[in-house]
Structure formats: structure tokens, C-alpha cells
């Protein structure tokens, strides 16, 4: 299915639409990053390597959901499966969808250093069905893992990818059939599927050399009547009132809450700004992700999900938590329970939330 542009873009902040690379062949941002002192790069990498709180890793080990094969074949259509991160699987049409896949041990280049999982896979990857298609944002190593695109790359029909990802899968050995590669505000169709690749505020590279030599991207995904909207990983900024604007409103967001801090806003939002985007999405529902899984911030690891629901509360807006494994209805989602939260010995954390409101075990 060949590629198209969507109606015309909506300018926002003096945007070049769709992204192209400078004259120095790198991406750049729709806003302009503001400037860091040399000192207060410095004290940043400082704090982080040597400062670090210790709450930024669980203490115990996490409630998870298993899951087995049989369990996701019968699953009906327009179920969601968060398996960790950034990594959801859902089923429409009978047919499986994965973004950001991450089944390493390490967020990392190798996988004897680097950030380790708080929990295993809620099911191996050798026990995943087939998958229709991938969804990748961007190439960071905690969204773009190659041993686990090289494991599933022989039941993937469709990887999709913004600008230069496709190119590593390639590289990678994944057919080039297979890749998809869109720039922003690029459509393509899959199975009656319609995605879109829109902009989003971060970067992109795998090692110094190669800094925003690929485009980073969020993605709305349409499937008749369901709108679906996926982040990726991005700071705030007016993108998100365009791309709701064009494809608003979206019955679900998943949207990157965690690994975050004031002084890297710019590309990774606050829960507060997370908040915001979803309202100028004019999405209904919201579900958390980037989070739970990797220590790659120095808040405390669950610091995201209440502060999320904290601002979701005060806007009456839903957001739904399901635990890491367990099934979530993409159309009329149940509540979810406030898993992050040590409880007594109660199976699997079962304090629930109130999804109406923002709550969570309160």
C-alpha cells in the first residue's frame, strides 16, 4: 500500500511539515531546545551516577498478570495488553499490533550494564502468536531492542517506523518488504487499518556518532469508529493540539508518563504536561506508560502513576492503570487496580481504581 500525505498540515510553532533533515543531514524539532549550562550538565550527570535515590527501584517484587498464548488468541477484538514500558500489544480484527517491543533484561546496548527490568515479560517472546504489525516511535534502545526485533522480525508481517528506523531493522536483517517507513503527518493502510506518523518532540540515536540521523515520531492509529493515539516519547508542545485537532477525538491515548524531570521537559513531559496533551488530543480515556518497568529518571519509580492520576482527578478525566500482563477493554475498560501500591496479602494487588475520576484506591 503506497504512502500519503494527510490533508494539508496545521502549522504550529513555525514547524518545517513533514520533517526533513537540515542541511547537516540531522532532525530537528518543530520548538527550539532551550540552552543547558555546562555546570548544569554537569551536576545532572552527577546526581545520576553517583546521587541517586534509592526509591527509584522497587523494593519488592511487582504484581504481574501471566500470560499465555491461549489466553491472547481468545481474547475478543479491541483488547489492550500492557507487557511493560513503552511495549503494548492490542488486538483488532482479529490480528495483533505491538509498539515499541522491549524484551531484553537491559534497556542497553549490551546486557551485562545498563537499565535493568523491575519485572520479567508477562509472557515470553517465543510464546507471542503472530504478529500483524510493529509500531516503532523512535530508536532509543528502551524502545527499539534489536534481539527482540531480530526474534520476532520471521512472524511480523508489517513493521512501521518513522524515517531512517526502517533502515536499521534492514540492517538487522528484516526484509525490506516488510518496512514501512513515514515521515510526519504520512499515512499508510494496513488490513483496513489507517496509520498515521505525527509529530512528536524528542530525539533520536544509538551511539555518539550517529545523534538524530533518524526521526523520532507519535502515531494515530484508526479503525473505524476507535481512535487511537501513541506517543512515543516526546516533551510538551503545540503539536499535540494539531494532531488533535486533524484526528480528535481519540477514544484512547497511551501516553508517556515517567522518566521524566523539570530539567529534560523538553522531551519528556511531566505527568502534568501528559495531562495537558491528552486534553489538547481531545482524548477520552488515558492510559500511563513509560513507566513501571525501567529506572531511567530519579523520581520514585511510582511516583508516576499518582501523579498523573493527581491531575487527572482535578480534570475528571479517566485514566486507566491496568497491571503489567492484564487484559483491558480498548471500548468500555474496567477498573484497573492500583498494582504500584504495596498491599496485604490480597492476590495481585486487588485494590481497584475508580476509572471515572482519576482514582486510584482512594
Same mark, same amino acid.
Given at each position: 500500500?503506497? =504512502? ?11 514547524? !518545517?511539515?513533514?520533517? $526533513? ?17 555546562? *555546570? @548544569?550538565?554537569?551536576? =545532572? ?27 491472547? =488468541? ?36 549490551? @546486557? ?10 508477562? &509472557? ?13 516511535? /523512535? ?30 531493522? &534492514? ?12 515521515? *510526519? ?16 518532540? %524528542? ?27 501513541? #506517543? ?12 488533535? !485537532? ?18 529534560? #521537559?523538553?522531551?519528556?513531559? =511531566? ?6 496533551? %491528552? ?19 530519579? /523520581?520514585?519509580? @511510582? !511516583?508516576?502513576?499518582?501523579? &498523573?492520576?493527581?491531575?487527572?482527578? $482535578? ?8 497491571? &503489567? ?33 482519576? /482514582? $486510584?484506591?482512594?
Amino acid at each position: 500500500m503506497p =504512502l500519503s500525505n494527510a490533508a494539508s498540515p496545521l502549522p504550529f510553532a513555525g514547524s !518545517e511539515t513533514p520533517a $526533513a533533515p537540515g542541511p547537516d543531514g540531522t532532525f530537528r524539532n518543530a520548538v527550539r531546545k532551550p540552552r543547558q549550562g555546562f *555546570w @548544569q550538565g554537569l551536576g =545532572l550527570m552527577w546526581t545520576f551516577f553517583f546521587k541517586k535515590p534509592a526509591d527509584t527501584v522497587p523494593n519488592r517484587a511487582l504484581p504481574t498478570q501471566p500470560l499465555t498464548r491461549d489466553q491472547l =488468541l481468545q481474547a475478543p477484538d479491541r483488547t489492550l495488553f500492557r507487557l511493560g514500558h513503552s511495549t503494548v500489544l492490542f488486538k483488532l480484527r482479529g490480528r495483533f499490533w505491538l509498539t515499541d517491543p522491549v524484551f531484553s533484561k537491559r534497556a542497553s546496548p549490551v @546486557q551485562w550494564i545498563g537499565p535493568k527490568r523491575f519485572h520479567a515479560p508477562p &509472557i515470553a517472546l517465543a510464546d507471542l502468536p503472530d504478529i500483524e504489525g510493529v509500531i516503532l516511535s /523512535h530508536d532509543h534502545y528502551d524502545h527499539l531492542d534489536r534481539d527482540t526485533v531480530r526474534a520476532l522480525a520471521p512472524r511480523v508481517k508489517h513493521f512501521l517506523t518513522p524515517i531512517g528506523v526502517g533502515d536499521r531493522l &534492514i540492517d538487522w536483517g528484516v526484509a525490506a518488504d516488510k518496512v514501512r517507513q513515514l515521515n *510526519w503527518w504520512q499515512t499508510t493502510t494496513v488490513g483496513g487499518l489507517q496509520f498515521t506518523a505525527t509529530p512528536a518532540q %524528542h530525539f533520536s540515536g544509538r551511539t555518539l556518532s550517529d545523534g538524530n540521523r533518524t526521526l523520532w515520531a507519535s502515531w494515530v492509529l484508526i479503525d473505524d469508529d476507535l481512535r487511537l493515539f501513541f #506517543s512515543g516519547d516526546t516533551g510538551y508542545f503545540p503539536g499535540f493540539k494539531a494532531i488533535g !485537532e486533524r484526528f480528535g477525538p481519540f477514544d484512547l491515548t497511551l501516553m508517556e508518563t515517567g522518566a521524566y524531570d523539570p530539567r529534560w #521537559s523538553y522531551v519528556h513531559m =511531566l505527568p502534568e504536561q501528559t495531562l495537558q496533551a %491528552h486534553l489538547d488530543l481531545r482524548g477520552r480515556r488515558l492510559v500511563p506508560i513509560h513507566n513501571g518497568t525501567f529506572d531511567l529518571a530519579l /523520581h520514585p519509580w @511510582q !511516583e508516576p502513576f499518582e501523579r &498523573i492520576l493527581s491531575a487527572a482527578r $482535578a480534570h475528571g478525566i479517566e485514566v486507566a492503570t491496568p497491571m &503489567i500482563g492484564a487484559a483491558l477493554d480498548m471500548v468500555r475498560p474496567a477498573a484497573t487496580p492500583a498494582w504500584w501500591r504495596p498491599q496485604p496479602e490480597t492476590p495481585q494487588g486487588a485494590v481497584t481504581s475508580s476509572l471515572a475520576a482519576g /482514582h $486510584a484506591g482512594n
